[in-house]
Each structure stands twice: as structure tokens, then as C-alpha cells.
């Protein structure tokens, strides 16, 4: 004869489990913040509830950031006089000045007016347009992400404006990605001095970090960026067709 317990089994199962699961409901796990507020603490807010779950791409992106500036921290050996490479600091300010927008801004101005044939202020002048159009997009960008400079950085430049504060992304660096690939393209030049402007390009970016003035991140943006304006410049190309009032102007 059957016992009353497993009779009870075959109806419908134990009653401490139903009892539970009539309990629970048969809806979807809920969140620990659902919980929190069905137990009467205070809601989480949905902000909150995903800074406590951070995902990959936040994870990857901070950890990136942190080894952006120990890199940057260890690599700024001229950040000042008493660094361990402050010897070299004097040689890093003058690779500084040849990376800066000013002097070549004045230099490719003074060509223009000094040039008397047309296929040279024709290079001379597009030169002009890619280095304003890099100072253009270098400070817009640098106004939208505020990214302070490294705080081992001495703020004795040479002739900045106000958008310098900031250092994402490095506008020496995109200055000098920038000429190098204009230089390269539009100059007859033997090896050896092909191969000095692309070591100057490369020394100017490097020398940012090492003067403390930029993260390496910014000078890596910066390098590509300027790598890339350049072929806009190429397919804004100015001529005496497309600009004849400019080429009218320089002429005159």
C-alpha cells in the first residue's frame, strides 16, 4: 500500500517547492536593482547600476588611459632641467621651434612673395592652405576634448594661443606628418634627404613626449591626423584653373 507521501509526489509534488515557486512568480530573474526597490531600499539609478557593471570597452579604454600616462610619465626624461636627460632639453626646445606652425607659416609666405615662377607658387600656396587648415582642425579638436597637458609639462612654449592649454591631439606632430608626406611628394629630393625628413618628422613627435608637453597618445593621433590631412589637401588641390583669383593675386 502506497505511503500518503509519495501519493502527495504524484499529485503535484512537494508543497515547500510550490509554496516557493508561487512565491518567486514565474517571471524573468529581476535585476539587483529591481530587488532593491521591491525590498523597499532605495533605487539605483540606471547611471549607477552600469558604473557598478562597467563593460569591456570602458575596462579597455581606462586601462589604455592608465598606460598612456605611465608611458608618458616615464618617457618625459627632458620635462625639466633636473630630469634625467635635462642636458637635453636646449637641443628638444630647437626640434620644438622647427615643428612649430609659425615659422613655417612666415617662410611659406615669404617663398610666395619672393617666387617668380608659377609652378612653385603653385606648391608654395597649397603648402599655405595645408598648413592653415591644420591649425584650423588641430584647434577645434583640441577645444572639443579639453584634454589637460601631462602635469610634469612646463608651460614655457614658444608663442602658443589659447587652445595650447590642451593636448589631444599634438599639433606638432600633425604639422610634421603633414609637410613630410607634402615634402615627399611635390619635391625632387635624393634618398638621403628623403629619409632625413621623414627621421625630422619622427623626432619632432617623439620630442613632445619627451619634453613632457604631450601624452603619447596624442602625439600617435596627431601623426596619423596629420598623415590624413594631407590627402585632402591633394584632393582640394589649389590651380590656376580651380583658384585663378589667388593665383591672380600672387602673381600680381
Excluded at 579604454?61 to 600616462?69: I, N
Aim: hydrophobic share 45%; glycine share 8%.
Amino acid at each position: 500500500m502506497p505511503s500518503p507521501r509519495s501519493s502527495r509526489e504524484r499529485r503535484g509534488g512537494r508543497p515547500e517547492f510550490l509554496s516557493l515557486v508561487s512565491q518567486r512568480g514565474g517571471g524573468a530573474p529581476e535585476s539587483p536593482c529591481r530587488r532593491r526597490e521591491a525590498g523597499g531600499a532605495t533605487a539605483l539609478p540606471e547611471e549607477d547600476c552600469m558604473r557598478l557593471n562597467p563593460s569591456f570597452a570602458g575596462i579597455a579604454l581606462r586601462s589604455l588611459l592608465a598606460v598612456d600616462l605611465w608611458a608618458s610619465k616615464r618617457l618625459g626624461v627632458c620635462a625639466a632641467e633636473g630630469s634625467a636627460w635635462g642636458g637635453a632639453r636646449p637641443l628638444m626646445k630647437v626640434v620644438e621651434v622647427s615643428g612649430h606652425g609659425l615659422p613655417w607659416l612666415l617662410g611659406t609666405a615669404y617663398g610666395l612673395c619672393q617666387s617668380d615662377s608659377a609652378a612653385t607658387r603653385e606648391v608654395l600656396l597649397n603648402l599655405l592652405f595645408a598648413l592653415l587648415l591644420d591649425l584650423v582642425l588641430v584647434a577645434v579638436v583640441k577645444g572639443l576634448v579639453k584634454r589637460r597637458r601631462p602635469t610634469h609639462n612646463k608651460m614655457d612654449m614658444f608663442v602658443t594661443i589659447s587652445v595650447d592649454k590642451y593636448s589631444f591631439p599634438s599639433g606638432h606632430a600633425t604639422r610634421a606628418a603633414l609637410v613630410c608626406r607634402f615634402v615627399l611628394h611635390h619635391l625632387v629630393l635624393a634618398v638621403p634627404l628623403r629619409v632625413l625628413v621623414v627621421l625630422w618628422a619622427l623626432i619632432v613627435g617623439i620630442s613632445r613626449v619627451m619634453l613632457g608637453r604631450h601624452n603619447v597618445t596624442d602625439v600617435l593621433f596627431g601623426l596619423f591626423l596629420g598623415y590624413a590631412l594631407y590627402s585632402v589637401v591633394e584632393y582640394c588641390w589649389l590651380s590656376p584653373l580651380s583658384a585663378p583669383a589667388l593665383f591672380a593675386l600672387w602673381s600680381s
